[in-house]
């Protein structure tokens, strides 16, 4: 494994966001100093990432070791295509910008979220996808290239920007803390319908184990790589929020078929796909290991901590 500085001065974007609080605990725990870069008044750093010219003003005469973007125009699960676009600006523009912004503070490292449906959506069948397997191939509609294209643009520009050591982290999709709690109000009102998984798998991840993916990727990835972030234990969307409601004594969702969801057009993408990835590498290389095996026992651990 490769090791570098600890103690680190680290700059986050999206610091206030579900992700970024875990990851700004957990960094702080670390030892590492995190300075929040946001619009919000809680930020050291107040900035816009999408404003260039702000954000480098907001910057100026800042030093940091590492950047990392967790950014996300996201506050509720995507149900529509669009409802990504946002997103998908941050994950261009946003990052060029912020590339732009680390390098005016000198930063060696550059760490940034990113997503297995970068290896696209649909049916991947089960053998567990690699990081040496195709990142970014074209969408096969307009709407999803736009999504892939996002994220393609991100890993690139983390790993080709000159003087800087790029890492990317391909999660699985998040619960946990500042998360689930969302599905509460719906699963007791039951307003929470799923299709059948028929066979459909998604990786998984709990929100504090990824944020200890993120303090090992800032500590000892490999500049230039990719890492697969999901716990151990893949599951198709309906399962997951079964878990969830067994967790939390909730009734169970109903089941609708999956074409009724074609409206909601980036969730029925996303429930129509089977994915499994492989976390060996993550394993391997940054020592990280998920504290939450299956959502089960991470949903356990939620429902032991809520009052």
Not at 35 to 53: E, I
Not at 163 to 174: D, P, S
Not at 273 to 279: A, E, M, T, W
Not at 282 to 305: D, N
Request: with cysteine; proline share 7%; hydrophobic share 40%.
């Amino acid at each position: 494994m490769t090791t570098i500085q600890k103690n680190q001065s680290i700059l986050l974007a999206g610091a206030s966001g579900v992700l970024g609080r875990h990851v700004t605990r957990a960094l702080t725990e670390a030892g590492h100093k995190v300075t929040g870069l946001g619009r919000g008044p809680d930020n050291g750093v107040r900035a816009d990432l999408m404003d260039r010219d702000a954000l480098l003003s907001a910057v100026d005469g800042h030093h940091f070791d590492t950047v990392i973007h967790a950014a996300t125009a996201l506050r509720k699960p995507p149900m529509r295509d669009r409802d990504m676009f946002a997103t998908d600006a941050l994950r261009t523009e946003g990052t060029a910008h912020l590339v732009e912004a680390a390098r005016v503070t000198g930063a060696r490292r550059f760490v940034v979220e990113s997503m297995v449906f970068g290896y696209g959506y649909g049916d991947h069948g089960d053998r567990p996808v690699t990081e040496d397997d195709p990142f970014g191939p074209r969408g096969t509609t307009p709407q999803l290239e736009r999504h892939i294209a996002a994220m393609r643009t991100k890993e690139r520009l983390a790993f080709e920007t000159e003087a800087l050591e790029g890492i990317a982290l391909r999660f699985g999709l998040f619960y946990g803390p500042g998360g689930t709690e969302a599905l509460l109000p719906l699963l007791r009102r039951r307003q929470l319908p799923v299709p059948a998984d028929r066979g459909r798998v998604l990786p998984w991840v709990e929100l504090t184990d990824a944020a200890r993916a993120v303090v090992a990727a800032v500590e000892r990835g490999r500049p230039g790589q990719a890492y697969n972030i999901a716990d151990r234990t893949p599951l198709g969307f309906r399962a997951h929020v079964e878990n969830v409601a067994g967790a939390f004594g909730l009734p169970k969702p109903m089941t609708v078929p999956l074409w009724l969801m074609r409206p909601m057009s980036y969730a029925h993408t996303v429930m129509s796909s089977r994915l499994v990835v492989s976390c060996a590498k993550a394993e391997r290389e940054l020592g990280w290991t998920p504290l939450y095996p299956s959502s089960r026992e991470g949903l356990a651990a939620l429902r032991s901590a809520s009052p």
